[in-house]
């Protein structure tokens, strides 16, 4: 039992190290000094491609008029730019306040709002979107074949800089390019909170994927915020889907395209603050990764090609983090009652978390300075307990892709 014990605990240690490490340091040494040498557009070149806009919305009034404005504010060719909304059973202000946008803002833009009564998830929102889009386009240039066309998918909270569409847009002149991400930003951060913690793990998450899109052109899936995607490589999302660009980008990476991120291609989106707001998010995000994983399971199973390298490095081990550190836990605890180094190692895990948990949770109450250390010990650990409980969410079945708002003040 012991050496049993002993294998789990390297194991998972191992596993953690490398995910986190490891792998990360290995994406930074063969990006190193590149930079993409594909054919791109220039912001005035004629065969820019065709943008249709796809943004699905559920009682979005805080922020649903300044995303429309900021899509206004897009370098890009009017003539070239098509904006469609999709009201997901919004009950609030969300319909009066996308109306209204439409008919100040879009007089030469070409816009579309679907309202739909009946709540029914994102997916099939943004499948109906698509292909209105892909019905419109056809119609409107079907005298020009040559001309691309791009979906842009993106969600009401995340706000575009001036140039975001066409530093997306630019890179489609290859043909070999099937999806590229933003570079998503929080603002709002404060001293207290995980908002702080959440930005430092997004900012590795966004060097990370570029390093991918640097080394060999195979991003592990974008944020999901804002990205861009070739209009006859969407599918039509399967149904209650969770995490669905996931879904989507990685099946262009199954056929062949690639898949990068832009770092110029800025966007923003207000942090979340509560370790509760964010717990829920990411026990969804967890179910639908594992949704996934069960569609992808063969890439993962034998990861010798460099998709299957990436995927069950970068995404697969990540998605079983919380039972590596579970497993930690559990067999440094066994070993303790052993060996005098296990036992230090299980009491400083215990210590430290107990720390992190402790002050976190005091230190609003009691006013007690932050400490980002403590921070980061306690948004890692507890992200990782979402990872578990989404896993058993989605074993039990996942009957609905419907979605609660993440509160972002």
């Known amino acids: 039992m012991q050496q049993i014990a002993q294998v789990i605990f390297w194991v998972s240690a191992s596993a953690l190290a490398y995910t986190y490490l490891l792998y990360p340091l290995l994406m930074w040494l063969l990006a190193r000094g590149r930079r993409f040498q594909h054919a791109q557009y220039l912001p005035n070149d004629p065969d820019l491609p065709v943008v249709s806009v796809l943004m699905a919305a559920h009682n979005e009034e805080r922020v649903i008029g300044e995303k429309l404005y900021s899509l206004t504010q897009q370098e890009y060719p009017p003539e ?20 209204q946008a439409f008919d100040i803002h879009f007089p030469l833009l070409h816009a579309h709002f679907s309202l739909f009564q009946e709540r029914r998830g994102k997916p099939p929102v943004i499948n109906d979107l698509a292909a209105l889009a892909k019905a419109d386009f056809e119609r409107l ?6 001309l691309r066309h791009l979906f842009v998918l993106t969600d009401a909270s995340v706000m575009l800089e001036p140039q975001t569409l066409y530093r997306l847009a630019r890179h489609f002149k290859d043909d070999r390019i099937g999806a590229v991400d933003t570079h998503l930003r929080g603002k709002g951060l404060r001293p207290k909170g995980i908002s702080h913690s959440e930005q430092q793990y997004l900012s590795a998450e966004v060097r990370l994927k570029h390093w991918e899109s640097l080394a060999w052109g195979q991003m592990m ?19 209650r889907s969770l995490v669905d660009d996931f879904w989507l980008v990685f099946r262009a990476l199954e056929r062949g395209y690639r898949a990068i991120n832009d770092l110029e291609a800025v966007c923003y989106e207000v942090a979340t603050h509560r370790m509760s707001d964010e717990y829920r998010r990411k026990k969804r995000i967890a179910a639908g990764s594992f949704q996934n994983l069960a569609r992808f399971w063969r890439w993962a199973a034998l990861p010798i090609t460099r998709l299957g390298f990436g995927f069950f490095s970068h995404k697969v081990l990540r998605w079983f983090g919380g039972f590596f550190i579970a497993f930690l836990f559990l067999s440094a605890g066994y070993l303790a009652f052993f060996d005098l180094f296990y036992r230090l ?23 007690l300075r932050p400490n980002r250390w403590l921070q980061n010990i306690a948004y890692f650990l507890a992200m990782n307990v979402a990872l578990i409980d989404g896993f058993f969410k989605w074993a039990r079945g996942i009957r609905s892709n419907t979605w609660q708002r993440t509160n972002r003040e």
């Not at 009491?347 to 006013?367: H, T």
């Open 221 to 239: 899936g974008p944020f999901g915020g804002c990205y861009a995607l070739r209009a006859d490589l969407f599918e039509p999302i399967p149904p």
């Open 345 to 367: 190692i299980f009491i400083g895990m215990l210590v430290g978390a107990g720390l992190a948990f402790g002050w976190y949770f005091l230190q609003n109450r009691f006013s």
């Open 141 to 146: 240039y079907a005298g020009k074949p040559a």
């Open 80 to 99: 070239k730019l098509r904006i469609y909304v999709g009201s997901d059973g919004s009950t609030d202000r969300t319909n009066d306040l996308v109306a």
